[in-house]
């Protein structure tokens, strides 16, 4: 059993898989939400696609603040 633990060549965790829309943008999500409203009205996906969307616009929002204050506090 030590030898199965310590064994370099075996990952410890499985790598997760990416996300299907990985790489896409908050519009492209958005797009592709109205699209499929349009097809499915009331459509659960949709609604999901809507919340990736505005996720990753929050967090690209924090991320550039987090920055800009961070850079000027440190040439203050």
């Known amino acids: ?3 199965f633990l310590s064994n370099p060549a075996r990952p410890s965790r499985p790598e997760p898989e990416p996300s299907p829309w990985s790489g896409l943008e908050p519009e492209d999500l958005e797009d592709a939400a109205r699209r499929l409203c349009a ?3 009331g459509s659960g996906a ?3 696609l809507m919340e990736r969307a ?3 616009r929050a967090s690209r929002f924090s991320h550039r603040s987090g ?3 961070a850079h000027a506090l ?3």
């Open 46 to 48: 949709a609604e999901r």
């Open 67 to 69: 920055v800009g204050v």
């Open 1 to 3: 059993m030590q030898a």
């Open 74 to 76: 440190l040439f203050s």
């Open 39 to 41: 097809a499915r009205p």
């Open 54 to 56: 505005a996720y990753l």
